[in-house]
């Protein structure tokens, strides 16, 4: 079982930055990758931003150049870094873990990050 706790959400102006941080507890050793998704109201669940063991990333397309990913093994922490943030990037965050060979599967409570205009 792996827990995983969000924090650093909030409000923010946009063109602001926010930085999310979501710690893992339990057996973390088999996670293999670890990230963000997102879910506006009234819209499916997306992806973000992803980060593997090896420390290869995945970001969408809409987020590129804006949204940064980390990894802290030693902490078993992941943050994403949020720069120049506008409106269509509000949504609920949730932290999300896959073990090896996506066996399993662990999501966090989410946490709210609204852009005012």
């Known amino acids: 079982q792996v827990r995983l706790v969000e924090s650093g959400g909030g409000l923010v102006q946009a063109g602001g930055s926010l930085r999310l941080s979501c710690a893992a507890s339990g057996s973390t050793f088999s996670i293999y990758a670890i990230g963000w998704y997102r879910q506006a109201p009234g819209k499916q669940r997306e992806l973000v931003a992803t980060?593997?063991?090896?420390?290869?990333?995945h970001l969408a397309d809409s987020v590129k150049g804006r949204f940064t990913i980390s990894r802290d093994n030693a902490e078993n922490t992941v943050s994403l870094q949020m720069n120049s943030l506008n409106a269509e990037d509000t949504a609920v965050y949730y932290c999300?873990?896959?073990?090896?060979?996506?066996?399993?599967?662990?999501w966090g409570q989410g946490t709210q990050v609204t852009v005012s205009s």
């Open positions: 999300n873990a896959k073990t090896d060979y996506g066996a399993f599967e662990y």
């Open positions: 980060i593997n063991r090896a420390g290869s990333t």
